[in-house]
């Protein structure tokens, strides 16, 4: 394939993308606008599944790379009730298809693996546009590059989307205000204990606390309210403890145990609204262009997109190299694969959310996870 591949966005999708093409030798340009990789916290802990991620890290021919990233017994899983209750366990026997890696250290294997010079850091897109003949580029700081062969990775606000799609992200009717205990299992034993060796659900309706366990006995948590962007307005996440004052009042009556995720936070509350294009979201074929991940199936938190992002970019780099002479049937195959994928996905993801926060919370749910032991 002569024409090299220009990707916007260096998460994990874009960077799957541009190692599975290296494994094929095709060269890929990477623009992110974060200035190095360290420059943000990369999120908390992912679970790579056998029948997506994992499949990805295969394509990119990292598989013994990836497994020593694994936490070991991080599968488990646990429901409780807004009193501790445990409604439903389900122990890590090792056997499960879900090993649990941290984002960023994925991220950074991914970046690692690429050649020196592939991500271009610290280029942030201010427009894209076509031209006569292929797109062009322009970034934030007044430079511009051209390209024949242009892929959208750049998440839910992508600036490549609008190439292709007029559709545009929807609040989804709930969000998540993220918080971390470190050092849980001397601090705040009680939680630690809630909490378990890998992942709390605590559910009633409007409300969801999420928890990981990382490393170092560090409780990370996303705690779910299915409120009104206008409510989450009224709020002053710039005044921290006011901030988690408020959160917490919703949670009144929680056990204490569970409300420490809120109330003992040892970093300032993030809110984290979720956003999502239509389920079947797709759009013509056009020339030259596509999208990856988020940028192209924004949905609510549900397990799955990182996975598909990583798939996606598998995917995509496969189809590329399969046709090295045309370009346009790697896409178009590609696509025709994905939409189907990633509605399929949205729908279900939908339903997770209805099930978590909606009138019959939790009883749904551990329905559905008693079915599936």
């Known amino acids: 394939?002569?024409?090299?591949?220009?990707?916007?966005?260096?998460?994990?999708?874009?960077?799957?993308?541009?190692?599975?093409?290296?494994?094929?030798?095709?060269?890929?340009?990477?623009?992110?606008?974060?200035?190095?990789?360290?420059?943000?916290?990369?999120?908390?802990?992912?679970?790579?599944?056998?029948?997506?991620?994992?499949?990805?890290?295969?394509?990119?021919?990292?598989?013994?790379?990836?497994?020593?990233?694994?936490?070991?017994?991080?599968?488990?899983?646990?429901?409780?009730?807004?009193?501790?209750?445990?409604?439903?366990?389900?122990?890590?026997?090792?056997?499960?298809?879900?090993?649990?890696?941290?984002?960023?250290?994925?991220?950074?294997?991914?970046?690692?693996?690429?050649?020196?010079?592939?991500?271009?850091?610290?280029?942030?897109?201010?427009?894209?546009?076509?031209?006569?003949?292929?797109?062009?580029?322009?970034?934030?700081?007044?430079?511009?590059?051209?390209?024949?062969?242009?892929?959208?990775?750049?998440?839910?606000?992508?600036?490549?989307?609008?190439?292709l799609s007029a559709a545009k992200p929807e609040y989804t009717g709930t969000a998540s205000i993220e918080t971390f205990l470190h050092d849980s299992d001397r601090r705040f034993p009680a939680t630690a204990d809630a909490v378990g060796g890998g992942m709390l659900l605590a559910l009633e309706p409007g409300h969801g606390?999420?928890?990981?366990?990382?490393?170092?006995?560090?409780?990370?948590?996303?705690?779910?309210?299915?409120?009104?962007?206008?409510?989450?307005?009224?709020?002053?996440?710039?005044?921290?403890?006011?901030?988690?004052?408020?959160?917490?009042?919703?949670?009144?009556?929680?056990?204490?145990?569970?409300?420490?995720?809120?109330?003992?936070t040892d970093t300032a509350p993030v809110l984290r609204p979720h956003y999502g294009l239509p389920v079947e979201h797709q759009w013509e074929r056009v020339p030259g262009v596509t999208l990856i991940g988020d940028a192209a199936h924004l949905a609510p938190p549900n397990g799955e997109g990182a996975n598909l992002a990583m798939l996606d970019g598998a995917e995509l780099g496969r189809a590329l190299a399969e046709h090295p002479d045309d370009p346009e049937a790697a896409l178009a195959e590609y696509e025709k694969a994905m939409f189907p994928r990633s509605a399929e996905i949205a729908a279900e993801g939908a339903h997770l959310q209805q099930q978590m926060f909606g009138p019959g919370a939790p009883n749904g749910l551990i329905a559905e996870f008693v079915a599936g032991t």
């Open 1 to 163: 394939m002569n024409t090299s591949v220009t990707i916007v966005g260096a998460g994990l999708g874009g960077l799957t993308l541009a190692r599975v093409l290296h494994v094929h030798g095709i060269p890929a340009a990477v623009y992110e606008a974060e200035p190095s990789p360290t420059s943000r916290a990369q999120g908390g802990l992912l679970d790579i599944h056998d029948y997506n991620g994992q499949l990805a890290v295969e394509a990119a021919a990292l598989t013994a790379e990836f497994r020593e990233l694994i936490l070991e017994g991080r599968q488990e899983l646990r429901l409780l009730a807004r009193d501790g209750t445990v409604l439903f366990e389900q122990p890590d026997d090792g056997t499960g298809g879900r090993p649990e890696v941290h984002r960023g250290e994925l991220r950074q294997l991914l970046i690692d693996s690429l050649p020196e010079g592939t991500v271009h850091w610290g280029h942030k897109v201010s427009g894209v546009r076509a031209l006569a003949q292929g797109y062009e580029v322009a970034f934030a700081d007044g430079t511009a590059i051209a390209t024949d062969l242009l892929v959208g990775a750049d998440g839910a606000w992508s600036k490549v989307r609008p190439l």
């Open 209 to 264: 606390i999420t928890a990981h366990r990382e490393r170092n006995g560090t409780l990370h948590a996303y705690v779910g309210l299915a409120r009104s962007l206008e409510w989450f307005e009224g709020i002053d996440f710039a005044d921290p403890a006011a901030a988690t004052a408020r959160i917490a009042a919703e949670y009144e009556g929680w056990s204490p145990a569970l409300t420490a995720l809120i109330t003992e």
